[in-house]
């Protein structure tokens, strides 16, 4: 009989037992949401941020700075790690999938009919033009190509065919070899202009005018990064011209604020006065891309 109650004791324990951990387990698991898978994103894809966002140096490490909401990215890489790799600009970053995967991705919408032609081995002018608020000029052809600088429309730039043919890369974009004060790079044909097509774009000079290297590209206020091809960063300088005195040097990356310019030298290269809270001098513009306020 004691037995008997024993076993019965034993069952009703373990019966027990097994209601309690029921419970916690189905209070957890109804707590519990799966994580959002990532959205589509393909390499090449341009998306524009739907908040800030952290813009990291590398994979799991320091942030460099906050992107803005409302800044477009384009996509370098596939998905590593829960991060992408991405350009902004001229820098080289990587962004968390699900800050990426909130924003809208523009690259079906934003590009114009692709119509520039050109014969073969020429070496003539031709304009940028249809982007409405610049052109990224790259060392290499395809969107993760370093951007060298970026041309507003109607900035006019010459062929390299007799050089080198085109480019076309995973996306159908076909990259045209140009030059631009003296520097050699290419322009995806979305972006290229003959000239008759050109006033469309309110650029009605653009085929015979070229723009000035010195326009201002920045304003008082802003905020600017340094960003070269080399990473030794730049000199500040007492004048706005490379034989004027050297008050210090900029590393790259920093940011600092522009408090007036382009100064243009004797060779037409503009130059701003900016303030890195310590030192007040001038800096080319050729190494110069917008940053966030840090």
């Known amino acids: 009989m004691r037995t008997a109650q024993r076993f019965v004791v034993r069952r009703m324990r373990a019966f027990s037992t097994a209601m309690v951990l029921a419970l916690i387990l189905g209070t957890s698991l109804s707590g519990y949401t ?9 390499k090449y894809d341009h998306i524009t941020l739907a908040q800030n966002t952290p813009f990291y140096a590398e994979i799991g490490g320091d942030v460099k700075w906050d992107l803005p909401e409302g800044d477009e990215v384009v996509v370098l890489t596939g998905q590593k790690d829960g991060f992408y790799r991405v350009a902004w600009g001229k820098q080289r970053g990587y962004v968390k999938a699900e800050d990426l995967s909130s924003g809208t991705n523009t690259s079906s919408d934003e590009l ?16 940028v033009a249809h982007s409405g608020n610049g052109v990224n000029f790259r060392a290499d052809a395809g969107y993760d190509g370093k951007v060298i600088d ?10 390299r065919l007799d050089e080198e043919d085109t480019v ?6 076909v990259w045209w070899p140009v030059s631009h004060n003296d520097e050699d790079g290419w322009i995806a044909g979305y972006y290229l202009s003959n ?4 006033a469309a774009d309110n650029n009605t000079e653009a085929d015979t005018t070229a723009a000035d290297s010195s326009a201002a590209r920045f304003v008082a206020g802003d905020f600017v990064a340094v960003q070269t091809d080399d990473g030794t960063g730049i000199n500040i300088r007492a004048e706005a011209s490379a034989d004027a005195e050297k008050l210090g040097t900029l590393a790259e990356g920093e940011v600092v604020e522009v408090l ?12 701003y006065k900016i303030t890195d809270g310590d030192t007040t001098g001038y800096v080319t513009g050729t190494w110069l891309v917008a940053a966030p306020q840090p």
Not at 150 to 159: A, E, I, K, M
Not at 168 to 173: P, S
Request: avoid cysteine.
């Open 260 to 271: 007036d310019g382009p100064a243009t030298d004797d060779s037409g290269d503009g130059w």
């Open 34 to 42: 799966p994580r959002a898978a990532a959205a589509d994103i393909e």
């Open 112 to 127: 114009p009919e692709d119509t520039f032609t050109a014969p073969d081995g020429s070496t003539g002018e031709v304009t």
């Open 150 to 159: 970026q041309l507003s429309d109607g900035t006019v730039v010459t062929l």
């Open 168 to 173: 076309t890369d995973d996306t159908g974009a």
């Open 195 to 198: 000239g008759e097509d050109v």
